[in-house]
């Protein structure tokens, strides 16, 4: 079968031939109709990150869209959604003609959102919706800032706060093009981003017209130390990725004083049971047009160029590759 295929770790992978993967007990032979390529698929493949040095040659994508070809557990033809642990484990990934996946890592589909939109909203999607309403405890009514609201991340928690009744979202961006994405995903306001932590504070405490009880931070650094700042007594702040950077700083006064909660977040923690209700449920608000990534369909023979694009952050959208 053809495949992206990464030889090296830390160099794209390659459009290629590769094995087609054989039916295994336990597991479930998926044609592959649509897969992204996201931060965590670079992380892997980087040899540098805390999953080690993937073993090489091996087929990197966390997540894909496709068929049940071969499956103890599904009637072939079955539409899914997947996850695999390419590039954390010794084993290929989605960013081929075929997979082979843990039957634990299947979720049937029936909604009408179409394969490329399913696969742009994935695990991006999964942890949005998690980091907001699991580790944020979000509640209708309250005010939320979402950090990155220009990424996939960050476009899904916009359109997930405004879905569940927030009384006001606001967005925080680099840029004006990702500004643009996080007003069409919902948000009341958006902030731009400065350096500087007591402007980029103030910026907050004006558009939010006072505090926030949730902020969604997939960026980190100085923009999560200014996001603190605005945190309402009991607020939470939930961290799931680092993009800005991997250190940011915090007064020990203002988080005791406002009974402050800074959480982690990591899908991998997940089990598959929440990993599926989870998409199942964000899956029902795309069908209503309330969450959604925007994205770019590419035949996966353009691998490598996505892989820079992705690396680059270049792409404004979510690329997805069509085998
Ligand atoms: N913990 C988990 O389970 C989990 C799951 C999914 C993703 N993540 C992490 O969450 C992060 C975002 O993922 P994604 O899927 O949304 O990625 P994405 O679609 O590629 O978006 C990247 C985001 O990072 C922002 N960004 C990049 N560099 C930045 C900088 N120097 N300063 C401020 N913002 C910066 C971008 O802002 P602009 O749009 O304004 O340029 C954009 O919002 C990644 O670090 C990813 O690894 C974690």
Do not use: I
Request: charged share 20%; hydrophobic share 45%.
């Amino acid at each position: 079968m053809h495949a992206a295929v990464v030889r090296t770790a830390g160099t794209p992978p390659e459009y290629a031939e590769h094995p087609t993967p054989l039916p295994a007990e336990g597991s479930t032979v998926v044609r592959v109709t649509a897969a992204p390529v996201v931060p965590l698929d670079l992380l892997c493949a980087s040899g540098s990150s805390y999953f080690g040095v993937p073993r090489t040659p091996y087929v990197p994508g966390v997540q894909g869209v496709g068929v049940a070809e071969r499956s103890e557990v599904l009637e072939p033809g079955t539409r899914v959604w997947f996850a695999t642990s390419a590039g954390m484990k010794p084993c290929d990934g989605s960013l081929a003609e075929r997979c082979l996946v843990v039957d634990d890592d299947l979720v049937p589909l029936t909604t009408s959102v179409d394969d490329v939109a399913v696969a742009a909203l994935g695990l991006s999607a999964v942890a949005a919706w998690m980091a907001l309403t699991w580790r944020g405890g979000f509640r209708a009514g309250e005010t939320v800032l979402v950090l990155g609201a220009g990424g996939a991340v960050g476009q899904v928690a916009v359109g997930a706060a405004r879905a569940l009744g927030a009384a006001r979202v606001v967005a925080a961006c680099r840029s004006e093009a990702s500004a643009d994405r996080a007003r069409a995903a919902g948000a009341d306001r958006v902030v731009l981003l400065t350096d500087d932590e007591g402007q980029l504070a103030a910026r907050f405490e004006a558009a939010l017209g006072g505090t926030a009880d949730v902020v969604v931070d997939p960026v980190f650094g100085t923009p999560a130390s200014a996001a603190a700042r605005v945190l309402s007594p009991a607020g939470r702040l939930v961290n799931l990725g680092g993009s800005a950077g991997d250190r940011a700083t915090f007064s020990s006064a203002m988080l005791r004083s406002g009974s402050l909660d800074l959480r982690g977040y990591t899908n991998n923690a997940l089990t598959p049971a929440q990993r599926r209700e989870a998409l199942t449920a964000l899956l029902r608000h795309a069908e209503d047009g309330a969450v959604a990534v925007a994205h770019d369909a590419r035949p996966l023979s353009e691998v490598a160029d996505a892989w820079r694009v992705q690396q680059a952050q270049d792409a404004g959208v979510r690329l997805v590759l069509v085998p």
